[in-house]
T-cell receptor, first 116, second 115 residues
Framework: AQTVTQSQPEMSVQEAETVTLSCTYDTSESDYYLFWYKQPPSRQMILVIRQEAYKQQNATENRFSVNFQKAAKSFSLKISDSQLGDAAMYFCAYRSAIQGAQKLVFGQGTRLTINP | DTGVSQDPRHKITKRGQNVTFRCDPISEHNRLYWYRQTLGQGPEFLTYFQNEAQLEKSRLLSDRFSAERPKGSFSTLEIQRTEQGDSAMYLC?????????????FGQGTRLTVV
């Protein structure tokens, strides 16, 4: 079974600075998808960024980018120019590429605090 | 359409009672998922529907749990004989059948407290 580990329960960063959230995963599969989700307090989870495992190029979405290291099974999220609205729980998630596989496997989450 | 809707938002129940939660997905979405999230943890997969068919169930879904999606639209999750360990946030998500990167949209969840 696949597992996802986020080793940083909490992180904090000064507004406008850059922060990196770590994620490692374990799988025997060669093809899969990775995601970062954001869960603001009392609000629904939203997708931040996604990555296909067969693509070497790291995904980027505006201020959010990932560092995908397939051999190391590492998938970190970098947030540049941090804003107060970035404060939330961040979850790393894995999904198999096997036909019909739909479930997301989540890590434990990292609580990100933005200091003004 | 305002997104995935879950009802109720909060539920407090006594141990041993039955509870039922409802999820209304985004209208054109044919896939619907239930997850459970305990405090300080990430969501854990419970079950998944494609239209009205329940295609996958987690080992977490004990015999006391049942989920339905009778007409391929809204879904219900029932927990019978609730236990304190059932206290958690129950999240529903929906997505449109398609390529791998079809986004799953989550509801705000139903927070269950069993006393």
């Amino acid at each position: 079974a696949q597992t996802v580990t986020q080793s940083q329960p909490e992180m904090s960063v000064q507004e406008a600075e850059t922060v990196t959230l770590s994620c490692t995963y374990d799988t025997s599969e060669s093809d899969y998808y990775l995601f970062w989700y954001k869960q603001p307090p009392s609000r629904q989870m939203i997708l931040v960024i996604r990555q296909e495992a067969y693509k070497q190029q790291n995904a980027t979405e505006n201020r959010f980018s990932v560092n995908f290291q397939k051999a190391a099974k590492s998938f970190s999220l970098k947030i540049s120019d941090s804003q107060l609205g970035d404060a939330a729980m961040y979850f790393c998630a894995y999904r198999s590429a096997i036909q019909g596989a739909q479930k997301l496997v989540f890590g434990q989450g990292t609580r990100l605090t933005i200091n003004p | 359409d305002t997104g995935v809707s879950q009802d109720p938002r909060h539920k407090i129940t006594k141990r041993g009672q039955n509870v039922t939660f409802r999820c209304d997905p985004i209208s054109e979405h044919n896939r619907l998922y239930w997850y459970r999230q305990t405090l300080g943890q990430g969501p854990e997969f419970l079950t998944y529907f494609q239209n009205e068919a329940q295609l996958e169930k987690s080992r977490l879904l004990s015999d006391r749990f049942s989920a339905e999606r009778p007409k391929g639209s809204f879904s219900t999750l029932e927990i019978q004989r609730t236990e304190q360990g059932d206290s958690a946030m129950y999240l529903c998500a929906s997505s449109l059948d398609g390529s791998w990167n079809t986004e799953a949209f989550f509801g705000q969840g139903t927070r269950l407290t069993v006393v």
